[in-house]
């Protein structure tokens, strides 16, 4: 949460009013290495979470499609799936393979646009957030969805699925932080990078005065 906060509080700094180029070039040496220290840092914590909370989705998705029966222990299953899977046994089981691959390819995709950020926050290229920017708001549609689903049958039923739901607010938590931090340091990298253009653009016009004026 510190990080959370230490990019709001520099986000509004880093954003004054006027072109991006100037709000760059003056405050370059005051906030250069509190930028760093700052939005950068948070958004690498973020990634490194973000990589392992995906590495455990992976695994738990592996271990529940190679060992289905393992569900079979959770409270979930045995108020509802249960009913679902006597009424239908291939059925369940075909819905329930597919619901865990699907689980594990997400999860293993959001891994792959997470590495994006990173080498896009090093090559300064916004553009290659988008793809996690994207996947965050898929996943975080889907956790308030399974949240609501659950937080039905907890209250029709006698026994509550505090652990189910449990689980989706970690998952839920760690994808708003991301998506939050992602936000943050997608306005400072599109500003960084027009700033760089402005620079470049600059720069090629003063060496095509100074060839002109020879």
Known sequence: MFFLARSFSLSGSLFPQGSAYS??????DHTGRQNLCGVHTALYTVSIVALVVSLAAIALGILLTL???????????????????????????????????TWTVVHFLHGVCVIMTIAGAVSTRPRMLVPQFLMLILL????????????????????????????????AFFACANLVVLV?????????????REILANTKSVHFKESSNS
């Open 23 to 28: 709000a760059i070039m003056e405050r370059r």
């Open 67 to 101: 060992h289905p029966d393992w569900h079979e222990f959770l409270p979930l299953y045995k108020q509802h799936l249960a009913y679902l899977r006597r009424a239908d046994p291939s059925e369940y089981w075909l819905i329930y393979k597919c619901v865990a691959i």
């Open 140 to 171: 975080t549609g889907v956790y308030i969805f399974a949240f609501a689903a659950l937080l039905i049958l907890t209250f029709t039923r006698p026994r509550h699925l505090f652990f189910s739901l449990s689980f989706i607010i970690i998952f």
């Open 184 to 196: 943050v340091f997608f306005r400072f990298l599109s500003d960084k990078a027009e700033a760089l």
